[in-house]
């Protein structure tokens, strides 16, 4: 009986690894899978490192067991290096410099939440007691373009663009103006910068493509003699809301028998997937229609293996993968303690034509919102070091 028992139990791990192995190799390539197509790419992209922590533990346990098992998971490893390396880089860079060279282009990117603090529930357009805190952070790294997301201003004299021209030194913006009659002011992406904005564009999804997302914006910048076309984007969001923060907590706890509630948190992540998918394809056509090179930066709600990132980033750098290491995490749940503690969030990026070689890239640790704000600094490359 003893012997049946360990048969059966050797045959069930030898099983689980061999289905987490192929979930594992299936997740690295879903880059290439559309979820307009294959539904399931978005929650397999987002279980990548789990599953590569579930292939990393089969190769210490059989290491130890029967060593001739753990040639599966090697094979796995090798084969989905491409993908890790989008995961998890390591970069031994010096400690970032806030003080910045004149040679460089320091480029700020920040999902602010409407300046509602880290511990705040709601959005409260007359309590902005975050908005000083937020000020400082911009004004200590000092960029030459900050890109926003979720920004917000009203139409009064004294507004939020008129003080982080006058307060933080930025003469030129774009702003894109989206409209919220709940609170009767504008909001949406932004870019603002100290080098001459000489031409710009509003790009606003077609409806097919969006539900809430927020309008992209693109910027042509003058940076000493050379043109760079800035987009700022904010990829629809999942859109959970309190209720859905509290299914997490009855599926965890299997408090929710009829399965409710995992049915509507599938649904509603299945179509926001498929929205990604959209609007990645559309802000890739538009991204290489620059006759510019580009420096793409925002919120793109999605995980670097997806296909959202994969189509967005095309054939930029990313700048986190080029000076950045460890998980990089962008997002803190401030609702959801499943969220909240999850180290592998990182969605939000800085993306940079290959002729903008990276000179360092720091995350700010502050939570003065749910997501980091990144911070880059670039040197365009001549000619002769291409």
Known sequence: ????????????????????????????????????????????????????????????????????????????????????????????????????????????SWNIRRFTAFDAKNFNPNQLANK??????????????????????????????????QELGFRWFVFAKDNHQQYRH????????????????????????ARAAENVIAADIVVHSDTVRIFTLHLQSFGFRPR???????????????????????????????????QADYLKENISKSPHPVIACGDLNDVPNSYAYHTVRSRMNDCFLERGTGFGKTFTSTTSRVLNILPTLRIDYIFADPVWETRQFTRMQRKLSDHNALIVDLVKMENNEK
Request: with cysteine.
């Open 244 to 278: 859905d923060y509290t299914s997490f907590g009855k599926i965890k706890a299997q408090q929710d028998t009829n399965l409710v509630a995992s049915k509507n948190l599938f649904r509603k992540m299945k179509q926001t997937f498929y929205l990604h998918a959209f």
């Open 132 to 165: 000083p805190a937020i000020f400082a952070e911009i004004k200590k790294y000092n960029p030459d373009v900050l890109c926003l997301q979720e920004f917000f201003t009203t139409t009064d004299v004294n507004n939020n663009i008129r003080q982080i021209q």
């Open 1 to 108: 009986m003893q012997q049946f028992f360990r048969n059966f139990f050797k045959r069930l791990l030898i099983f689980i690894n061999v289905l987490t192995a192929l979930l594992f190799i299936t997740s690295s390539l879903t880059p290439h899978f559309d979820p307009r197509n294959w539904w399931f790419s978005g929650f397999l992209g987002l279980l990548f490192p789990y599953l590569l922590a579930g292939v990393c533990f089969f190769i210490v346990f059989w290491l130890f067991v029967t060593p001739k098992r753990i040639i599966l998971n090697i094979f796995c490893l090798l084969a989905a290096i491409p993908a890790i390396k989008n995961f998890l880089p390591f970069n031994f860079a010096a400690p970032f410099a806030v003080e910045k060279k004149d040679s460089t282009l320091r480029v700020m």
């Open 186 to 209: 504008l909001s949406g992406t932004a870019i603002f910068s100290k080098y001459p904005i000489v031409d710009s564009m509003i790009l606003t999804y077609p409806d097919s493509m």
